[in-house]
Nanobody, 122 residues
């Protein structure tokens, strides 16, 4: 069974930093794109950043210049370094990835982690 497990959330003051991690486990053959989403209270889940298997990155405008997404393919892990945090960054951060489980011949399946809470106080 394939799982994504996030860690690293918490409470931080505005201007501070946090580093989120998301590790894939189980019968994973390969991981394609990996992403971080944020769901703020009362709002829809929104894409924050994405990274391809080769390391090509994309960021939401709100994350550019402050957040950095990276990955370790050998560890099936994606990271989100969040600096200069603002109260509006508060929300549950979810990891998302396109994964090919062992034994899959064609196609990718999309998986979500359980989420990790990030709270930025003013």
């Amino acid at each position: 069974q394939v799982q994504l497990v996030e860690s690293g959330g918490g409470l931080v003051q505005a201007g501070g930093s946090l580093r989120l991690s998301c590790a894939g486990s189980g019968s994973i053959f390969s991981i394609n794109d990996m992403r971080w989403y944020c769901q703020a209270p009362g709002k829809q889940r929104e894409l924050v950043a994405s990274i391809s298997h080769s390391g090509r990155t994309n960021y939401a405008d709100s994350a550019k210049g402050r957040f950095t997404i990276s990955r370790d393919n050998a560890k099936n892990t994606v990271y989100l370094q969040m600096d200069s945090l603002k109260p509006e960054d508060t929300g549950v951060y979810y990891c998302n990835a396109d994964i090919k489980p062992v034994g899959t011949i064609v196609g990718w399946s999309n998986y979500w982690g359980q989420g990790t809470q990030v709270t930025v106080s003013s």
